[in-house]
Each structure stands twice: as C-alpha cells, then as structure tokens.
C-alpha cells in the first residue's frame, strides 16, 4: 500500500491502522532525518513491531579542486577551459 508517497508493506499484523503507519513513518523519519523510500513492518518478538525501510538516494553535487579553486560543474567554462580539463591525466583508484 502507498501512504504519503512511501510504499508500506505490513507483514504478520492484521490490525494496524492508517494511523499507526503514519507514526511508524514520523519515527523512522526522526531517527534517520532522511525521506523514505519504503517501509516494511512486522511482528516482531514478545508483542514489538520490526522496522525495516530503505531511504531514498540523495542527490549530491561534484565539487573538483582546480588549480585552488573548489568547483562544482565545468558546463560554465568556455572551451579552452573545458578541453584542458579534458585533455588532463585521469587517476583512479584500484
């Protein structure tokens, strides 16, 4: 089931209510202070309820050290700027 645009799977617990998972996703939010991608609650040992979620992937921007300078995209430069930084050595890590 999708509730608030998360994908929620309620495994073993017949009863739970809308409510009850809108609470399980404010606490998994607050805990992990990231969005979520989906939830999946389940009976869990001595009447407790298991939490299992994945979170959605961030988006992250590149930032490049230039000749000092911290860089994020290069789609600004002109094209003496752009073929030099194609034409250097590219290292990598093994």
Not at 48 to 59: F, I, N, S, T
């Amino acid at each position: 089931m999708l509730v608030n645009g998360i994908q929620v799977k309620v495994n073993g617990i017949p009863d739970v209510s809308e409510q009850e998972i809108v609470n399980y996703i404010s606490y998994v939010k607050e805990q992990t202070h990231e969005p979520l991608k989906s939830l999946s609650i389940s009976k869990a040992d001595e009447g407790g309820v298991a939490l299992d979620y994945v979170l959605r992937p961030q988006k992250f921007e590149r930032i490049r050290r230039i000749t000092g300078y911290l860089v994020g995209t290069i789609d600004r430069w002109n094209n003496a700027k752009q073929s030099e930084e194609h034409e250097r050595v590219k290292h990598g890590v093994n």
